[in-house]
């Protein structure tokens, strides 16, 4: 294996994330070395060939790749993964079936609420999405800044709450309320797959959340889009959510996707499945 690095965020620390970087380095039999972002930014003298990435952090990322690191995820798949608004842009270029999505204009205040209502974007809300509507941050990741809103008045209120996170809008597709599938890919392959169901009614499936998970074998249909999705956003290692749809239809792509809740569901070894990608590099 070439010399690589594992890199996290030194000021970040869940029990999930541990365990994860610890089957890593495990399944790499000590090979790869874990640094995190504030190290690698001020050790740009003495740089390994190949860094896997478990951190959003794409400004390190970037100034990483600058010195002729590859990265795996790069910065900028990480950065259209990171932001909803980018990665509903890379499906749409590359026609790929996901909810009908607007996206709400930057502003440089906190716009007052009667300003909202009398904006072009909350009323295409209205009239082309409709209530109820899934109103997004679009930067969060375990199902937060997520919330279904049932009128014009509650998204003005999460557009105003949210101030100065970027936040996007989708359609709200009932089929899918509280249920959701995951594909984790590394490369073309599609590794382990589970169905996720929300808890208590929350229309949202995160584990994070409460919900829970059984393995699922996808169809082909869903791994052709997934294939796609990985493609379109520049990806070598993710994960590919799908909504419960009568078609492959893309919820969310992550370039830093957890597989803790994965593994512990299907029973399969992700970590060695992303070694054995990395030592091919």
């Given at each position: 294996m070439k010399p690589t690095w594992?890199?996290?965020?030194?000021?970040?620390?869940?029990?999930?994330?541990?365990?994860?970087?610890?089957?890593?380095?495990?399944?790499?039999?000590?090979?790869i070395e874990r640094v995190t972002t504030d190290y690698a930014v001020t050790h740009l003298d003495n740089l390994p060939e190949v860094a896997f990435i478990m951190d959003k952090d794409v400004a390190a990322v970037a100034q990483l790749e600058a010195f002729g690191v590859r990265c795996v995820n790069s910065s900028q798949s990480i950065a259209l993964c990171d932001n909803k608004a980018y990665t509903h842009a890379a499906l749409t270029r590359a026609g790929i079936a996901h909810p009908k999505t607007i996206t709400a204009p930057l502003v440089y205040r906190n716009l007052e609420a009667e300003e909202w209502a009398n904006s072009e974007f909350v009323a295409a809300v209205e009239h082309s999405l409709g209530f109820p509507a899934v109103a997004k941050h679009a930067v969060g990741s375990w199902g937060s800044g997520v919330f279904l809103v049932e009128n014009r008045d509650e998204l003005i209120d999460v557009l105003r709450e949210a101030y100065p996170s970027p936040v996007i809008v989708e359609e709200y597709v009932a089929g899918s309320h509280g249920r959701d599938a995951r594909i984790y890919m590394v490369g073309d392959t599609p590794v382990a797959a589970m169905r996720r169901f929300g808890q208590?009614?929350?229309?949202?499936?995160?584990?994070?959340?409460?919900?829970?998970?059984?393995?699922?074998?996808?169809?082909?249909?869903?791994?052709?889009?997934?294939r796609a999705a990985m493609t379109a956003l520049g990806l070598d290692v993710g994960s590919v959510d799908f909504l419960d749809a009568q078609e492959p239809l893309v919820g969310e792509v992550n370039s830093n996707a957890q597989f803790a809740s994965l593994t512990q569901t299907t029973g399969i070894d992700v970590a060695a499945a992303v070694v054995e990608y990395l030592e091919q590099l």
């Open positions: 594992l890199v996290t965020n030194r000021w970040l620390h869940w029990d999930k994330f541990e365990w994860q970087f610890d089957q890593i380095i495990g399944a790499s039999h000590g090979q208590g009614g929350d229309f949202r499936a995160n584990i994070t959340g409460g919900g829970r998970a059984q393995t699922w074998d996808p169809p082909a249909e869903y791994v052709d889009v997934a």
